[in-house]
Structures are given as structure tokens and as C-alpha cells.
């Protein structure tokens, strides 16, 4: 890939100078979702797909972008005096914000660059496309400007920064600590409250991970997760009359139980209870895991989507279809949708021979009655984002 990626920069840019190429996985939450914001706890992977950049540094203020995903734009232009969101921008939008992020953080981006980019991640399907190009971006200013003293964790954060301030998605700080932070074979315990974390091996003895992603676009940004985040917050300020906590990831499910008569308006009942036992049911999942119950943690994984279906509504026809078919699939351990919801994912655990038959009944079931096709992914868990030797 590597190879293929430089021909085609060379082509583009020309081959002289210091050409140096970086690699971001996608990631996939195992349970725990809508919980990050929340102060809760999430399980996310990094993935062996991935965004994949190919950069040069310049010696002017001149930025050159170019994505094989997205050919019919060629190469886009802007300059380092024009890092500001522009929807005309595009997908550049995302390493403009990172580039923004440093300068704001006193950490000067002083020339311009060339990048030519490859992901291998479905665009639009809640698998972090867009947390992976922030990632790779920061990677590469890291390595060129010299900046080595910035962490992975630091890196993490200045790409939520960069989705909050500069792109205006209000999302948590899950996937780009998944991406930053990734690790071969096993997933990332992270208490989003403190950003303590600890890895846990992904045992699944016969089984493999399938991610099923159902062709239906969305745009975080356009989507109802900003409002699914203030409903949150409005529960938890109706909570904080009546008991001090920080945020609703503290909460048991019994505690929630004895204060939920003090949040004024049903709805954001609904959604924070499913704030609140999705976190328990995470840290649950990771025991189960640790413990080797891989049927529990299925299990759990079920009820999460229930729970994002009912309380937290945000599935729609095409995520539950996916996971109410594969729920009736042999061999099927658990079956969910993941990322932010409104489309995207589900992501599954399937015993290994029951692979190919589960792809085939729940993407015929699937096209059957949303009249288009969805796209299979049996997919190994990787590293974290860095240079590609």
C-alpha cells in the first residue's frame, strides 16, 4: 500500500525531498456507547483499517491536499492563512483543524505542507473516519515540526479539540483516544471522567469480529448527537439539585433509580438512564471478558442496543434491522450498533464457521427490506496511529 500510495504522490507533487509516510487505524467501540460525554466508560479497539498519508513539508505557506477516496476534487489548495471551517473545504476541513489546534496551542505550524491521503474505512460509517484523518494529521506535524515532546494522549485531545472548536461536533474524546492509543489484539478500558485506561486482551476462541455497515450516511455535525448530548446534560443538571456528582458516568443503576423523579422532563430520563446503565454495563463486559464469559459479554452487548434502540433512540430501521437479524443467526455471540448511531455500524461477534451463512441471511434479509446493500468486514484489532517505517 505504502508503495502504491508514494508512486502516486510522486506523480502528484514530484519525488524530491523528504517524503515521509504515516498510517491512523479506524476503531470500533465493543460496548459503551453515548457513555464518553457522559463521564462514563467505553471499549473501544483501533482497527486494521485505516487513513493513510503520504507528506511532504514545504518551504512556503502553501497547503496541497489530495485524497484517493475522493479523486473527482483533485488536489484542493489553501494556505496556512487559511485555517479557518469552510464547507466548500470538505474533508480538509479535518486536517486544517489540526493544523489550527497547534497554532492555538502555542505549537507553530510554520510551513506548509503537501499530503496525499488513502483510507481504507467506509466513509460515513461510524468508524472514525474522521477522528483517523485527525490523528494521522497530528502523527505528521508531530514527526515534522519537531514537536516529539507531545504524547499519543496529547495528540488524542487535540483532535476533540479540533472536532469541537474548529469542525463544531460536540463529540467525546473515545475516538480519538482509540485511534491514538490502539493496540494489537486488545481493546482499551478507558474511564472518560480521567482518561485512566487499561488494555484488555480480546480473547475469542473461534469467534471474529464482523462489522456490518448499512450504506446510510450521516454527518455527525447534521445529526441529533448534539441534542442527545444537551438532553444529558439538562437530566444531570436536574440530578445536581438533589445530589452532587460530577457527571452521570458516577451513578449506579440503583442510585439513578432513588434520583431520577428530580429530572422535570421524560425524555432526558430516558437518555440518561441509558447514560448511566450502559456505563455499568461496560464495566460488566470487561469483567466478563477478563473472566473469559465471552456468552455474557454478548450478553451485554445485546442489551446495549436495546437500550440505544429504546432509551437513547438512536438506531432507526437500518441499524435495528442489521442487529434483530443477526440476533437470529446461529453462532451469532452479540450484535449491536456502534459509533454515534443515525446509520453507520453494528458490530458483531460471530463464531468463525458461522461467518459466511451470517453475512449471507442478514445481507439478504437486510436488502430485502431496505432495498439496498449493506458491506461485511470481518475485521483484526491493531496499533494505534504512527510512522510507517
Given at each position: 500500500?505504502?508503495?502504491?500510495?508514494?508512486?502516486?504522490?510522486?506523480?502528484?507533487?514530484?519525488?524530491?525531498?523528504?517524503?515521509?509516510?504515516?498510517?491512523?487505524?479506524?476503531?470500533?467501540?465493543?460496548?459503551?456507547?453515548?457513555?464518553?460525554?457522559?463521564?462514563?466508560?467505553?471499549?473501544?479497539?483501533?482497527?486494521?483499517?485505516?487513513?493513510?498519508?503520504?507528506?511532504?513539508?514545504?518551504?512556503?505557506?502553501?497547503?496541497?491536499?489530495?485524497?484517493?477516496?475522493?479523486?473527482?476534487?483533485?488536489?484542493?489548495?489553501?494556505?496556512?492563512?487559511?485555517?479557518?471551517?469552510?464547507?466548500?473545504?470538505?474533508?480538509?476541513?479535518?486536517?486544517?483543524?489540526?493544523?489550527?489546534?497547534?497554532?492555538?496551542?502555542?505549537?507553530?505550524?510554520?510551513?506548509?505542507?503537501?499530503?496525499?491521503?488513502?483510507?481504507?474505512?467506509?466513509?460515513?460509517?461510524?468508524?472514525?473516519?474522521?477522528?483517523?484523518?485527525?490523528?494521522?494529521?497530528?502523527?505528521?506535524?508531530?514527526?515534522?515540526?519537531?514537536?516529539?515532546?507531545?504524547?499519543?494522549?496529547?495528540l488524542a485531545l487535540y483532535g476533540q479539540y479540533s472536532e469541537n472548536k474548529f469542525n463544531g461536533v460536540n463529540c467525546g474524546i473515545m475516538d480519538q483516544?482509540?485511534?491514538?492509543?490502539?493496540?494489537?489484539?486488545?481493546?482499551?478500558?478507558?474511564?472518560?471522567?480521567?482518561?485512566?485506561?487499561?488494555?484488555?486482551?480480546?480473547?475469542?476462541?473461534?469467534?471474529?469480529?464482523?462489522?456490518?455497515?448499512?450504506?446510510?450516511?450521516?454527518?455527525?455535525?447534521?445529526?441529533?448527537?448534539?441534542?442527545?448530548?444537551?438532553?444529558?446534560?439538562?437530566?444531570?443538571?436536574?440530578?445536581?439539585?438533589?445530589?452532587?456528582?460530577?457527571?452521570?458516568?458516577?451513578?449506579t443503576e440503583e442510585e439513578f433509580e432513588a434520583v431520577k423523579d428530580a429530572i422535570r422532563r421524560p425524555v432526558c430520563v430516558r437518555r440518561a438512564k441509558?447514560?448511566?446503565?450502559?456505563?455499568?454495563?461496560?464495566?460488566?463486559?470487561?469483567?466478563?471478558?477478563?473472566?473469559?464469559?465471552?456468552?455474557?459479554?454478548?450478553?451485554?452487548?445485546?442489551?446495549?442496543?436495546?437500550?440505544?434502540?429504546?432509551?437513547?433512540?438512536?438506531?432507526?430501521?437500518?441499524?435495528?434491522?442489521?442487529?434483530?437479524?443477526?440476533?437470529?443467526?446461529?453462532?451469532?455471540?452479540?450484535?449491536?450498533?456502534?459509533?454515534?448511531?443515525?446509520?453507520?455500524?453494528?458490530?458483531?461477534?460471530?463464531?468463525?464457521?458461522?461467518?459466511?451463512?451470517?453475512?449471507?441471511?442478514?445481507?439478504?434479509?437486510?436488502?430485502?427490506?431496505?432495498?439496498?446493500?449493506?458491506?461485511?468486514?470481518?475485521?483484526?484489532?491493531?496499533?494505534?496511529?504512527?510512522?510507517?517505517?
Amino acid at each position: 500500500m505504502r508503495e502504491v500510495l508514494m508512486k502516486k504522490f510522486k506523480e502528484l507533487f514530484g519525488g524530491e525531498g523528504d517524503i515521509r509516510a504515516y498510517f491512523a487505524p479506524g476503531r470500533v467501540n465493543l460496548i459503551g456507547e453515548h457513555t464518553d460525554y457522559n463521564g462514563g466508560h467505553v471499549f473501544p479497539c483501533a482497527l486494521t483499517i485505516g487513513t493513510y498519508m503520504i507528506a511532504r513539508r514545504r518551504t512556503d505557506r502553501t497547503l496541497r491536499f489530495y485524497s484517493m477516496n475522493f479523486e473527482d476534487k483533485g488536489v484542493m489548495t489553501s494556505s496556512l492563512d487559511e485555517l479557518y471551517y469552510d464547507k466548500a473545504a470538505d474533508w480538509t476541513n479535518y486536517p486544517k483543524g489540526i493544523m489550527w489546534t497547534f497554532n492555538e496551542k502555542g505549537l507553530e505550524v510554520s510551513n506548509g505542507v503537501d499530503m496525499l491521503l488513502f483510507g481504507n474505512i467506509p466513509n460515513g460509517s461510524g468508524l472514525s473516519s474522521s477522528a483517523s484523518v485527525e490523528l494521522v494529521t497530528g502523527v505528521m506535524l508531530r514527526d515534522m515540526f519537531g514537536y516529539e515532546k507531545l504524547s499519543m494522549i496529547d495528540l488524542a485531545l487535540y483532535g476533540q479539540y479540533s472536532e469541537n472548536k474548529f469542525n463544531g461536533v460536540n463529540c467525546g474524546i473515545m475516538d480519538q483516544f482509540a485511534i491514538a492509543m490502539g493496540k494489537k489484539d486488545q481493546a482499551i478500558f478507558l474511564d472518560t471522567s480521567d482518561l485512566s485506561y487499561t488494555y484488555a486482551p480480546v480473547k475469542l476462541d473461534g469467534a471474529r469480529i464482523v462489522i456490518a455497515c448499512s450504506n446510510k450516511k450521516r454527518g455527525l455535525g447534521d445529526s441529533k448527537y448534539n441534542e442527545r448530548r444537551s438532553e444529558c446534560e439538562e437530566a444531570l443538571a436536574d440530578i445536581r439539585k438533589v445530589k452532587n456528582i460530577e457527571n452521570l458516568g458516577q451513578l449506579t443503576e440503583e442510585e439513578f433509580e432513588a434520583v431520577k423523579d428530580a429530572i422535570r422532563r421524560p425524555v432526558c430520563v430516558r437518555r440518561a438512564k441509558h447514560a448511566v446503565y450502559e456505563n455499568q454495563r461496560t464495566v460488566k463486559a470487561v469483567t466478563a471478558l477478563k473472566n473469559n464469559d465471552i456468552a455474557q459479554f454478548g450478553q451485554l452487548m445485546n442489551a446495549s442496543h436495546v437500550s440505544l434502540r429504546d432509551d437513547y433512540e438512536v438506531t432507526g430501521i437500518e441499524l435495528d434491522t442489521l442487529v434483530e437479524e443477526a440476533w437470529q443467526c446461529d453462532g451469532v455471540i452479540g450484535s449491536r450498533m456502534t459509533g454515534a448511531g443515525f446509520g453507520g455500524c453494528t458490530v458483531s461477534i460471530v463464531k468463525t464457521e458461522a461467518i459466511d451463512a451470517f453475512i449471507e441471511k442478514v445481507g439478504a434479509a437486510y436488502k430485502e427490506k431496505i432495498g439496498y446493500a449493506a458491506d461485511f468486514y470481518v475485521v483484526d484489532i491493531g496499533d494505534g496511529a504512527g510512522i510507517l517505517a
